[in-house]
């Protein structure tokens, strides 16, 4: 199992580095009642992983944000920052890792957070799928 990273209690995230250096990112974002350890276990995740230990995918930071059941919004109580807590995680990947082309992959209520997201971020989020 590949390890949460956090950068508050509520920001957290997998990430898988490749070997070589990279400027693309894959952001996949899980489904309802997922979580993103257990996603990174997911055949997509883990097929995209595999090629690129083999060559035949280009080298691409994986990153999958932990979005709990928040549908990746931001609730109306202003607690529950979903929509937020991952366009800050990203941010915060893409500066460290000098990231110029980010896509959003999403499965089940992770598609609407890829095409909400991507629709608000273009400035941010080069595709989604």
């Known amino acids: ?23 693309q990112m894959i952001v996949f974002l899980h489904g309802l009642g997922d979580s993103a ?3 990174s ?3 997509i995740v ?5 090629e690129m230990q083999q060559g035949t995918f280009p080298p691409t930071v994986l990153m999958i944000p932990e979005g709990e059941r928040g549908y990746w919004l931001d609730w109306v ?18 500066d460290q890792y000098d990231i ?8 089940s209520m992770g598609g ?11 400035d941010l989020i080069a595709s989604m799928v």
């Open 37 to 39: 350890q257990n996603f």
């Open 100 to 107: 110029e082309q980010t896509s959003l992959v999403g499965v």
């Open 1 to 23: 199992m590949f390890p949460l990273t956090c950068l508050t209690p509520n920001q957290c995230y997998v990430l898988l580095l490749p070997s070589d250096e990279t400027d």
């Open 41 to 43: 276990r997911a055949s």
């Open 112 to 122: 609407l957070g890829a095409l909400s997201l991507g629709l608000r971020y273009p």
């Open 77 to 94: 109580d202003g607690k529950h920052l979903y929509e937020t807590w991952t366009i800050n995680s990203i941010r915060t990947v893409v």
């Open 46 to 50: 883990q097929q995209v992983w595999r």
